[in-house]
Nanobody
């Protein structure tokens, strides 16, 4: 069973920062682009960022200039550094391959931006 385990979420004030991590197997990590996605209450899941095996990066319009995706090939881990957080960034954040596969969705990690 494929596992992608997200961590690093929490409660942060507007303007603050968080770094999310997603660990998976080497098999999955080495042959796929990886992505971060999020789902806010009452909204559809949306694309946040992606990084290819050769570290080309792509971002959703709402996070450009504030979020940075990176990958550590030695640890089979992808990160999402989130700066200048806004209340509208509040959501459950998931990682998956890019494009995502339905059977790979995990539990996600909750990010709440509130004063």
């Amino acid at each position: 069973q494929v596992q992608l385990v997200e961590s690093g979420g929490g409660l942060v004030q507007p303007g603050g920062s968080l770094r999310l991590s997603c660990a998976t197997s080497r098999t999955i990590f080495s042959i796929n682009a990886m992505g971060w996605y999020r789902q806010a209450p009452g909204k559809q899941r949306e694309f946040v960022a992606a990084i290819t095996q050769i570290e080309h990066t792509y971002y959703g319009d709402s996070v450009k200039g504030r979020f940075t995706i990176s990958r550590d090939n030695a640890k089979n881990t992808v990160y999402l550094q989130m700066n200048s957080l806004k209340p509208e960034d509040t959501a459950v954040y998931y990682c998956n391959i890019n494009p995502p596969r339905d059977t790979f969705w995990g539990q996600g990690t909750q990010v709440t931006v509130s004063s």
